[in-house]
């Protein structure tokens, strides 16, 4: 159980917390001002100190090298005390477990400097033993060039001993790796270290300059974690040391662990400007759930085109053109990287009107793979009468065709030079022709249950609103759905295409067969949020951002989750959920 550190905020692993000392901390952060060394008990015997609530005191503690068996370290195992101040024990990822401290300090963590595999398997095993509300402390390790990568991989604590050591070594050191002092001909920083003149900068200068540029450099990531953007920085800022770019790629394999911590829903920019990006957990989120959950509710052809720079794409002049001559004739879905195929009904629904990415002209060989993969998926689990390809040359038509080798189809293509010139955009209208326009009805209708069906899992659309004679009201994007007797069930939420549900439609979901994403609470009526202190069970499938059903022996409601249900269960402190709406039972 921690009393001194919060989480506030999470951007996958990486976190936003408040070491709550008489100062307040915001991490990540450099804790060199705060941190306390009670001591080794290798060296001699330590009584255990009265402790401050102005500083994180290291509980007196034996550490092991890099490498030390794990019979070893239980060998010389410790009681680590119960104490009333804020408090870090010393652990390694063999002997990491539950002691009541606020944070916990890798006695190991040379051991994965410069090895990122070695990084990686270190903070997962660490993070599936230690609980989720306590601030995980890495000493020693710490730079300018790497705390992005390793705050994003879930450290909060780091000390500014290697900038030191490294500026007594006169390497001057930025975000992007590190310098001889004596190899500068200009200092391109501009702190108050690095004011004065190039000649008379001395090796002193020089280890302020690198105490100055961490803290900078942690002030940047904190920024963007509250904008839920670290990811887009990293993939390019890792770039500079090949262990970093190795290691943020050895977490795009450990998917289960971004993957729970990442939020469903965001109101930002998602930046796709490299390879990597294909590996994101929003991207194979996305893609996953249009191949294993969405499923086709027309009976019309399907129609693929291509992507616009403009999102949503059906506010784009190439896509109001397309689909003009569609006119509700063909189901609409969209091929692009990264994301894969956005179904229309799907095209507000995070990340696909969120994204943005660098547009060449020329498709990777990693995007066709990827984007004809996900295509191919799609349509072993959807069924036409008809596929017409609206596509250019460049990439899309190659995707195509080996989807079509794939599968044994055969596509109509409708594109003679360029899908907007009018020769084009008639062979489209053509290749509709006798195709039966559906209602805006069955389309706001397709849409919601599309959406539920997403959101919530396979068959969730029809499990919630196939049984009864559902209503849509309001004007898309901003649909309203309700029962025959007019009571609104849900409303769709136009920022990131997700549903919102009211209580009627919470009740109606907790009775329906679709999946229930359900967080218990003791006995009392919450009132705008649930802190996790009051959530006594919070089911395993449970992400930031998801909407889930809030119930108790005392009140029923509905919101959204602000954590994990596995970090709802082993928290003490912090908001689970914010609650929409609620009723005394």
């Known amino acids: 159980m921690t009393d001194y550190f919060e989480v506030l905020d999470r951007d996958g692993p990486a976190r936003l917390g408040d070491l709550r000392l008489a100062t307040p901390v915001t ?50 195992a410790i009681e680590h005390p119960s104490v009333s101040f804020p408090s870090a024990a010393v652990v390694t990822a063999d002997t990491a477990a539950d002691v009541g401290a606020d944070a916990y300090v890798l006695a190991d963590v040379r051991g994965f400097d410069g090895h990122a595999a070695k990084l990686r398997e270190t903070i997962v095993t660490l993070k599936s033993k230690l609980p989720a509300d306590t601030a995980l402390i890495a000493s020693g390790i710490g730079t300018p060039g790497n705390v992005a990568m390793l705050a994003y991989a879930g450290i909060d604590g780091f000390d500014t001993a290697r ?18 002092l004596k190899d500068l001909r200009e200092l391109p920083c501009s702190c108050p270290a690095c004011q004065r003149p190039r000649e008379a900068f001395t090796r002193e200068d020089c280890v302020e300059h690198n105490k100055n540029a961490l803290r900078a450099e942690l002030r940047r990531v904190r ?52 390879g990597d990006t294909i590996r994101r957990v929003e991207i194979q989120r996305f893609a996953d759930r249009v191949t294993t959950r969405y499923r086709n509710r027309f009976q019309n052809p399907l129609v693929l085109v291509p992507c616009s ?31 894969g195929v956005v ?23 990693d995007e066709k793979a990827f984007v004809s993969a996900v295509l191919q998926r ?78 919530l899992g396979d068959g969730a659309g029809d499990d919630l609103f196939g049984a009864i004679e559902i209503q849509t009201t309001g004007r ?39 999946p229930i994403k359900r967080v218990s609470i003791d006995g009392f009526v919450p009132h705008g949020s649930v802190l996790a202190p009051g959530v006594t ?49």
């Open 163 to 180: 900038a030191v050591a490294k500026g007594t070594q006169g390497k001057y050191l930025t975000s992007d790796g590190e310098v001889f």
């Open 476 to 514: 898309y994007p901003k649909l309203q759905v309700r029962d025959s007797e007019g009571e609104q069930l849900a409303t769709m939420v136009p920022q990131y295409g997700m549903l919102a549900f009211t209580l009627a439609g919470a009740e109606r979901w907790v009775d329906s067969d679709a």
């Open 537 to 585: 069970d919070a089911d395993e499938e449970i992400h930031p951002g998801d909407e889930v059903v809030i119930e108790g022996p005392k009140a029923f409601g509905v919101g959204r989750a602000t954590m994990s249900g596995p970090e709802m269960r082993s928290s003490t402190r912090g908001i689970a959920t914010e609650v929409r709406h609620v009723e005394s039972k």
């Open 309 to 339: 720079a403009t999102k949503p794409y059906s506010d784009s002049q190439s896509h109001k053109q397309f689909l003009r001559e569609i006119n509700f004739r063909g189901h609409v879905v969209s091929m692009t990287s990264p994301i």
């Open 343 to 365: 179904p229309t009904e799907l095209e507000l629904t995070y990340p696909a009107q969120h994204y943005d990415t660098a547009v060449t002209g020329r498709w990777s060989e």
């Open 27 to 76: 991490t990540p952060a450099c804790l060199d001002d705060v941190l306390v060394d009670a001591g080794s008990l290798w060296a001699a015997d330590r009584e255990v100190p009265d402790g401050s609530n102005e500083q994180l005191t290291i509980l007196p503690h034996r550490s092991f090298p890099p490498g030390t068996r794990e019979e070893v370290q239980e060998a010389f």
């Open 378 to 455: 799609y349509l072993e689990r959807n069924e036409y009468p008809k596929v017409i390809a609206h596509v250019p040359d460049h990439g899309y038509r190659d995707i195509c065709e080996r989807v079509e080798d794939a599968l044994g189809l055969s596509f109509e293509y409708t594109v003679a030079d360029h899908p907007t010139t009018d020769k084009s955009l008639s062979a489209l209208s053509a290749a509709l022709h006798g195709a039966e326009q559906f209602s805006k009805r069955e389309r706001e209708h397709n849409t919601v249950k599309a959406i539920a069906d997403y959101q």
């Open 223 to 274: 920024e963007r974690i509250r904008a839920g953007r670290l990811r887009d920085y990293i993939e390019a800022q890792t770039r500079h040391e090949q262990w970093l770019t190795a290691a943020f790629r050895e977490f795009d394999q450990q998917y289960s662990y971004l993957e729970e911590r990442t939020p469903v829903i965001r109101d930002t920019e998602l930046t796709a400007t490299t």
